[in-house]
């Protein structure tokens, strides 16, 4: 515990970023920097103080057990309302400033985003921004919500290690003694700019290549899949437990934003396997057979196909769900 508190703690308070990500952004929020102030929480979580001998457990009324259920069957899950508005309105005026001081990027005029103001912001990996010490990120850190939900979701799975997938060789693990480990931001561009900027490219660099996909074959697989891929079906995988904490956010954003968004990308996950497998022991022998000549690039055209389809029928489910 020793070897990351002190590696942690030096690059606080110099204001760099860890060398697991590389050197090209090391420096880039050193200037002017000053290291923000800490509460009683923060101090024990960067390893300023040392924690108590003993240490109750912290509990998160907003963690439900409806939340601990979901987190231990994927790995993962969305807390609702942990962050208060205030503080991410916070964050995001104090992003929004510095990408326009170190790049140019002005987030209100995505015209001033080009691939080199980009880079000086951040690598292709992914929208990463390379911003780890804007004073709300600090904030968040030391918040009580996110470290009792952090600790309580600990305890129910690896610290016991005896929750089946949770298991790990470091032996018993004291939930409420943590230490941080901290991260970069990440900027997801509007839908609307993605296709603004890269649409039109994308369609004329397609029509340079032949379009396998207009082929009989890709033809009659689409001709079955449209009727296949209805609302009917998209309202059977809808109510499925991998969407379940999706579906809630996107209803109760009424179904605009970014989690109507998320909930697309899981159906989009999810329906191309079971269409594919659909498609593999259907009865209909021509089908099957035509699938499984297709090529490479065929099979990529087929999935965009799909994935379009599925978007197309789950915004035609919506009155519905």
């Known amino acids: 515990v020793k070897l990351p508190r002190k590696k942690n703690l030096q690059i606080r308070e110099l204001g760099s970023h860890p060398e697991e990500y590389g ?39 907003l963690l439900t057990e409806r939340h601990i259920a979901f987190y231990k069957k994927f790995g993962y899950v ?6 208060e508005k205030e503080l991410t309105t916070q964050m995001k005026e104090e992003t929004d400033d510095f990408l326009l001081q170190i790049s ?21 990996f992914g929208g990463m921004l390379e911003i780890y010490w804007t004073k709300a990120q600090e904030l968040m850190r030391q918040s009580y919500e996110m470290y009792a939900i952090t600790a309580q979701l600990l305890d129910r799975t690896w610290a016991r290690n005896n929750v089946p997938g949770f298991h790990q060789s470091l032996g018993p693990i004291d939930s409420a003694k943590l230490i941080l480990n901290i991260d970069r931001q990440n900027l997801r561009f509007p839908t609307s700019f993605i296709e603004s900027q890269y649409g039109v490219e994308r369609v004329q660099s397609n029509k340079k290549k032949p379009k396998k996909s207009n082929s009989p074959i890709a033809v009659n697989i689409k001709e079955y899949l449209d009727d296949y ?24 954003d009424s179904f605009q934003g970014d989690s109507l968004r998320n909930l697309e990308i899981q159906l989009m996950r999810i329906c191309p396997k079971i269409i594919h497998q659909k498609l593999a022991i259907h009865d209909n022998e021509v089908l099957q057979n035509e699938y499984n000549n297709l090529e490479g690039n ?15 029928k789950l915004r035609e489910s919506l009155n519905s769900l």
Do not use: C, M
């Not at 001998?53 to 912290?58: A, E, I, R």
């Not at 965009?304 to 389809?309: P, V």
């Open 78 to 83: 969305t807390i609702e309302n942990v962050v």
């Open 229 to 252: 891929i209805n609302t009917d079906f998209i309202k059977s995988y809808v109510y499925d437990d991998n969407l379940a904490q999706h579906l809630e956010n996107a209803r109760q």
């Open 23 to 61: 050197n090209r952004y090391k420096l880039i929020e050193t200037e002017n920097y000053e290291p923000a102030d800490l509460n009683d929480l923060g101090k024990k979580l960067w390893g300023y103080q040392d924690w108590e001998d003993h240490v109750d457990l912290p509990v998160s009324h």
């Open 298 to 312: 065929e099979k990529k055209h087929l999935s965009k196909f799909i994935n379009q389809l599925v978007t197309q």
């Open 104 to 124: 140019g990027i002005d987030t209100n005029d995505w015209s001033t985003v080009t691939p080199e103001s980009w880079g000086k912001i951040s690598g292709s």
